[in-house]
């Protein structure tokens, strides 16, 4: 089968790799897994056996015609054909039995480079999978598990830090994949926070707010926020006095926890 260049498509079959994806999702045999782009299925074969059911959503009509339905091994296998961006991920989960709570579920994917933030930001919309394992760009993995003050500490990082423990669990060259691509890649593993740091229905605003202040990334704080809210110097000034941050810092070496505490002094103004 000729892979599509415009799905991004990039077979990766070693075993070895593969296997260290299914247990970076620490399955059970009581997990839904959403599987985001299967394939021709080599990881759905390793991950469906350990698993009550993996519901398998690929764009690719061919690919998901192959991969069929049915029993695998321990677990059940459902192909959705459609777009992961467009498709309603939790209306897909099984309905939870009578006086049952909802079956926990997870997500894992070797997902395109092109679409990797977007498919970010759909998996960590509420209600919350217990996990998240993509293998993405080796770039974004490291802006994603970015430290303050880094080079690769942005708005990405930001918006996903407040939400989730992040962990780059280890590089894929881009040797292991056919085609090959032009980069490599790195499997990264979200594990959303008990206690995050913006509620679900603060998030959304949260990385607008975040993603405004990091357009002027090596500003002085006060221009930022000044930019950000509309709001004159003094009053800029006077709200950051009272948060205790230095009028001079950079958007670029503030931990999550400080855009948060900018975010809600925004909105008791």
């Excluded at 997902?111 to 933030?117: A, E, G, L, Q």
Aim: with cysteine.
């Amino acid at each position: 089968m000729i892979p599509e260049k415009r799905l991004g498509q990039h077979f990766l079959s070693d075993p070895g790799i593969l296997g260290k994806i299914v247990d970076a999702l620490d399955p059970t045999p009581e997990d839904v897994v959403i599987e985001i782009g299967p394939g021709k299925g080599s990881l759905t074969a390793i991950l469906a056996p350990r698993v009550r059911s993996v519901i398998a959503i690929e764009k690719d009509r061919r690919l998901a015609d192959g991969l069929g339905t049915g029993g695998s091994g321990l677990g059940e296998l459902r192909v959705v054909s459609g777009d992961a961006l467009r498709l309603d991920w939790h209306a897909l989960l099984p309905s939870p039995k009578p006086l049952a709570p909802s079956p926990s579920f997870k997500i894992v994917g070797n997902i395109p480079y092109s679409i990797t933030s977007p498919l970010i930001e759909k998996a960590l919309t509420p209600p919350l999978p217990e996990r998240i394992v993509f293998l993405v760009q080796r770039e974004v993995a490291d802006r994603l598990a970015a430290r303050p003050g880094s080079r690769d500490y942005g708005a990405l990082t930001v918006g996903v830090q407040a939400t989730c423990r992040v962990e780059k669990l280890f590089t894929v060259k881009r040797g292991a994949f056919r085609p090959v691509p032009r980069v490599d890649s790195a499997l990264v593993r979200l594990s959303p926070r008990k206690d995050p740091l913006v509620a679900a229905d603060e998030a959304a605003e949260f990385r607008r707010f975040v993603t405004t202040c990091f357009m002027r990334r090596r500003k002085q704080l006060r221009n930022v926020v000044m930019a950000a809210t509309g709001q004159p110097a003094a009053t800029v000034l006077a709200g950051l006095a009272q948060l205790e941050m230095d009028p001079a810092a950079r958007p670029e070496t503030l931990p999550p926890e400080a855009f948060v505490r900018l975010l809600r002094w925004r909105g008791g103004l």
